[in-house]
């Protein structure tokens, strides 16, 4: 867990202030994010782990539940989403700052396997919110038990392998 304290402003309860303990001059989310990434990976990279850093999946920019009714009967149901996906470029705009910050981190501790979670679920032009009739998200940043269990048959189980001949 990142070591935060946040603090509201007493003079606009719309406003609060974000605190990183570790380094309380950063205040930027990013930043700390930034901050603590490297410190944790550094720590696990000193303590002799093997670290498969995951990119975040990509983020929707709409609901997941509009691509599937729920209710058979419903009596005036609003048409599908289709495609139940997102353009590819819409979500690189919307990850752009995120995968900045985590390839300067990466570029800067190379011991650290890096895989990238669109691989899996972009082709180039959308980001599917569903493949072959299955609703891989809960909502518009988490995958559904689905969704985890398509992306855990597609992880890069070499990695694994390594570390297991290596001992």
Known sequence: MIPIRITKDIHNPHLAYINYLGNPTLTEPITILESAMRETLARLVNAGKQVI??????????DPATCVHYRPWQSNQAPLRKPCAIP??????LAREYRGMVSRVL??????EVWDSSRELCDGKYCWAMKDGVLLY???????????QFMATRL???YLHKEAQKQ
């Open 53 to 62: 850093f995951i990119t975040s999946i990509p983020m929707l920019d709409f």
């Open 88 to 93: 590819q470029k819409e979500v690189d705009d």
């Open 107 to 112: 570029h800067d501790i190379p011991q650290v």
């Open 138 to 148: 809960r909502d518009a940043v988490h995958l559904s038990v689905a969704g985890s």
């Open 156 to 158: 890069p189980l070499q």
